[in-house]
C-alpha cells in the first residue's frame, strides 16, 4: 500500500494531468463526489488518480443481502452517529467484491463522508459500522451503463484487459462504484475499478488530453 500511496502522489504532482474533477458530469444526484484526475484512457478502461478520503463501510454478512448493509450507511447518514447529525450524500457508493468458492459475493459497501468532515468524523452508533481512511489511490476504471447485470463476465472483461496489457492491479477483489439511486431508471451510470499496485503503464503510452 505504501508503494501505491507514492505513485499516486507522484502522478498527483504531474503538472501536464488533467486538474482535480470534483464534480464529473455522471456525477449528478449529490452535491460532493471523490475526486479524481485522469491520468490516461484508452479504449477499454481509463486510470485516475484519487484523493485522500474517509469513508463509512459496513460489512455484507452471509446470509444477507447488499441492500441491508446499504440501509445501515443510510442511517448513519440520518443521524445515526454521533453527536446525531444529518449528513449529506456523496457518490459513489462502492461495494467491493469477492469470488468465495466460485460465487462472486459482495463483502463490504462505503460511501464517501462530505469533505468538511474529514477531520473529524462523526463515529458510527451501529457497531457493525466502522471509519475508513484511504490515501491517494491509483485505479483502474470501466464505465457500465444501466445496471449492474452480468457482473462477473463484465469485471473478467476488464481483468482480461487489465493482463493484456500488463498492468500491474491487485487481482483479488474488485470494486463497483454505483452514481445513481435505487429511482433512477435512465441514463445510469456505474463503474468497476481494480486498484493499481504501482505506476500505471499507460502513463508511458496513452497520456490523457482534455
Known amino acids: 500500500?505504501?508503494?501505491?500511496?507514492?505513485?499516486?502522489?507522484?502522478?498527483?504532482?504531474?503538472?501536464?494531468?488533467?486538474?482535480?474533477?470534483?464534480?464529473?458530469?455522471?456525477?449528478?444526484?449529490?452535491?460532493?463526489?471523490?475526486?479524481?484526475?485522469?491520468?490516461?484512457?484508452?479504449?477499454?478502461?481509463?486510470?485516475?488518480?484519487?484523493?485522500?478520503?474517509?469513508?463509512?463501510?459496513?460489512?455484507?454478512?452471509?446470509?444477507?443481502?447488499?441492500?441491508?448493509?446499504?440501509?445501515?450507511?443510510?442511517?448513519?447518514?440520518?443521524?445515526?452517529?454521533?453527536?446525531?447529525?444529518?449528513?449529506?450524500?456523496?457518490?459513489?457508493?462502492?461495494?467491493?467484491?469477492?469470488?468465495?468458492?466460485?460465487?462472486?459475493?459482495?463483502?463490504?459497501?462505503y460511501h464517501m463522508l462530505p469533505r468538511r468532515y474529514f477531520v473529524n468524523p462523526p463515529e458510527p452508533r451501529d457497531s457493525l459500522l466502522f471509519l475508513k481512511r484511504l490515501p491517494p489511490l491509483t485505479i483502474h476504471v470501466k464505465t457500465v451503463g444501466g445496471w449492474l447485470t452480468s457482473l462477473r463476465q463484465k469485471s473478467q472483461d476488464m481483468f482480461e484487459d487489465l493482463l493484456r496489457q500488463r498492468e500491474n492491479f491487485l487481482q483479488s477483489y474488485f470494486f463497483t462504484a454505483e452514481y445513481n439511486g435505487p429511482l433512477t431508471l435512465f441514463s445510469r451510470h456505474n463503474e468497476i475499478w481494480y486498484l493499481s499496485g504501482g505506476l500505471p503503464r499507460c502513463t508511458g503510452r496513452r497520456r490523457y488530453t482534455q
Request: net charge neutral; hydrophobic share 35%.
Open 1 to 109: 500500500m505504501l508503494a501505491v500511496f507514492l505513485v499516486t502522489l507522484h502522478l498527483l504532482s504531474q503538472g501536464g494531468l488533467a486538474q482535480w474533477n470534483r464534480k464529473p458530469y455522471f456525477c449528478s444526484e449529490v452535491e460532493e463526489c471523490y475526486s479524481f484526475v485522469r491520468v490516461c484512457k484508452d479504449s477499454e478502461y481509463e486510470t485516475r488518480a484519487y484523493e485522500p478520503s474517509i469513508w463509512v463501510g459496513s460489512p455484507v454478512r452471509p446470509q444477507e443481502e447488499k441492500y441491508q448493509a446499504v440501509d445501515r450507511l443510510k442511517d448513519y447518514f440520518n443521524k445515526e452517529n454521533n453527536p446525531g447529525v444529518r449528513i449529506e450524500r456523496t457518490a459513489p457508493l462502492l461495494t467491493s467484491y469477492l469470488d468465495i468458492s466460485g460465487r462472486l459475493t459482495p463483502t463490504f459497501v
